[in-house]
């Protein structure tokens, strides 16, 4: 039994989100999500997402690939998440490439591709400049 643990905000959900979960599945078989809690993203990204933690929660976990879903509350804590969760390997998309081989010794780790041409800062300042 190979358990995969991910992380991410996962707001204004598309096609790369589900993209990233289906392919980090398909690496295992028990698939973890952390969602980042709204405050960890306002100090990510200096805004607070237009979908709140608990309705991000809600979508994630009504994804059939998707096992099981905690709140992030801080990106130092993967570690103790990861041992937490008991997880074998760690998924992430390469825009965080080498960003969290630091973990090595405890849990593999493998960066996916990002699905091209398509993010939630892009989808918001699209709908931002329609008039
Ligand atoms: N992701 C992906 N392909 C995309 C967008 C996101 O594979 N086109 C992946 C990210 O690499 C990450 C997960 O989806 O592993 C959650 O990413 P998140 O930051 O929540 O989504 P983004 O659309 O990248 O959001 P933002 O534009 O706010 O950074």
Redo the contacts with the bound molecule.
């Keep these: 039994m190979k358990r995969i643990i991910?992380f991410?905000?996962?707001?204004v959900f598309?096609i790369?989100?589900i993209?990233?979960l289906e392919r980090a599945k398909e690496l295992g078989d028990f698939l973890i999500v952390g969602v980042s809690s709204d405050q960890l993203n306002y100090n990510k990204?200096n805004r607070y997402p237009i979908y709140n933690q608990q309705d991000r929660v809600k979508i994630i976990s009504a994804l059939k690939f998707v096992d099981l879903v905690f709140i992030e509350e801080s990106l130092e804590l993967k570690l103790e998440y990861i041992k937490q969760f008991e997880a074998d390997l760690l998924v992430?998309?390469n825009?965080?490439e080498g960003r969290f081989d630091w973990v090595k010794p405890d849990c593999d780790v493998v960066y996916?591709p990002?699905?091209p041409s398509?993010?939630?800062?892009?989808i918001i300042e699209v709908v931002k400049s329609i008039k």
């Design positions: 991910t991410g905000t996962f707001d598309h790369g989100h993209n990233i990204k992430m998309g825009d965080w996916l990002r699905t398509i993010s939630t800062t892009e």
